[in-house]
């Protein structure tokens, strides 16, 4: 059973490009959470989706940020525009129920650089 | 005041030792709390998660208390192995899986 899966591991853009981060979550999960972890700093949270419903987006950067999790494919988290403080890693976390009674599972990661 | 706070560390102990690590939360209503480890900023593991009667894994031991908003970790003889960052989470909210991360409390254990 392959765990979650994230692509592509690293990526770099100058800034003004834009940043599109995969995420496919283990086999049998449904929700999808997307995390920023900046240099020297914690965790946060971004965004919760289910499959097309973006149920809790309260830790997304109000502009430039988007996320999507459609019927068919992975989740994408996109940034537009990128910025230098946009340099970060991404984490993707699937579970296969929300709220309480789920504990997340973490992909490996996408380590944006923007230069 | 942070959501989730935890003492940073470093702890530095030697193989064999038992140590403690400690987290605080400020929301009240929280609804579910865990212990994760992450390894060189790489992604985070769920070590364990914790309920308010404790509970016990091997060498780690999770306990909560609710009324004073603490969480607590101990590991008892300590591997080289686990030397890590553990991460407090605190899910915020039962019904979003929101959740919140500590700094974390880096471990380096020695031989």
């Known amino acids: 059973n392959a765990g979650v899966m994230q692509n592509p591991r690293h990526l770099v853009r100058r800034r003004g490009q834009e940043a599109r981060l995969r995420c496919s979550p283990m086999k049998g999960h449904s929700h999808v959470y997307w995390y920023r972890q900046l240099p020297e700093e914690g965790l946060k949270f971004m965004v919760y989706?289910?499959?097309?419903?973006?149920?809790?987006e309260s830790g997304m950067p109000k502009e430039r940020f988007s996320a999507e999790f459609p019927k068919e494919g992975p989740s994408i988290l996109r940034i537009q525009q990128v910025v230098r403080g946009d340099s970060a890693a991404y984490f993707c976390?699937?579970?296969?129920?929300?709220?309480?009674?789920?504990?997340?599972?973490f992909g490996p990661g996408t380590r944006l650089t923007v230069t | 005041r942070k959501e989730v706070e935890q003492d940073p560390g470093p702890f530095n102990v030697p193989e064999g030792a038992t140590v403690a690590f400690n987290c605080t939360y400020s929301?009240?209503?929280?609804?579910?709390f865990f212990w994760y480890r992450q390894d060189c900023r790489k992604e985070p593991k769920l070590l364990m998660s914790?309920?308010?009667s404790g509970n016990e894994d091997g060498r780690f031991t999770a306990q909560l208390n609710r009324a004073s908003q603490y969480i607590s970790l101990l590991i008892r003889d300590s591997k080289l192995s686990d030397s890590a960052t553990y991460l407090c989470?605190?899910?915020?909210?039962?019904?979003?899986?929101?959740?919140?991360f500590g700094q974390g409390t880096t471990l380096q254990v020695k031989p």
């Open positions: 976390a699937s579970s296969p129920v929300s709220g309480e009674l789920g504990e997340q599972y």
């Open positions: 914790v309920y308010s």
């Open positions: 929301n009240s209503a929280s609804q579910s």
């Open positions: 989470v605190v899910n915020a909210l039962s019904n979003t899986g929101k959740l919140i």
């Open positions: 989706l289910q499959k097309e419903n973006i149920i809790d």
